[in-house]
């Protein structure tokens, strides 16, 4: 379960989580910019379905069962899937790799 603590404003975001967005969502490496803690996944960073799926499959294969975004995913409602943030991924992550 995701830990219900939003990452601090001053609390900078994974580096590797960064990339993996950046990768998947096949952007140039200068696009990390966007990828904040408030960027929503749909919305602001327009990622689709299959580039979501592949993130979920990239996540848990770097971190482990605990960042399982399709499970995440499957107990929100339409509101709370556009509402989804990087921030909500970084939740996600065990809490060694949040640093």
């Known amino acids: 379960?995701?830990?219900?603590?939003?990452?601090?404003?001053?609390s900078p975001l994974n580096r590797e989580l960064v990339a993996l967005v950046v990768e998947v969502a096949g952007a140039p490496p200068g696009w990390a910019r966007h990828v904040t803690p408030d960027a929503r996944l749909d919305g602001d960073l327009l990622l689709d379905e299959d580039e979501l799926a592949e993130l979920a499959e990239r996540l848990r294969e770097r971190f482990g069962p605990r960042a399982?975004?399709?499970?995440?995913?499957?107990?929100?409602?339409?509101?709370?899937l556009e509402a989804l943030t990087v921030a909500d991924l970084?939740?996600?992550?065990?809490?060694?790799d949040t640093r």
């Open 1 to 10: 379960m995701p830990n219900p603590e939003p990452p601090s404003p001053g």
């Open 68 to 80: 399982d975004l399709a499970a995440l995913r499957a107990g929100l409602d339409l509101a709370a």
């Open 90 to 96: 970084q939740r996600l992550l065990p809490e060694e």
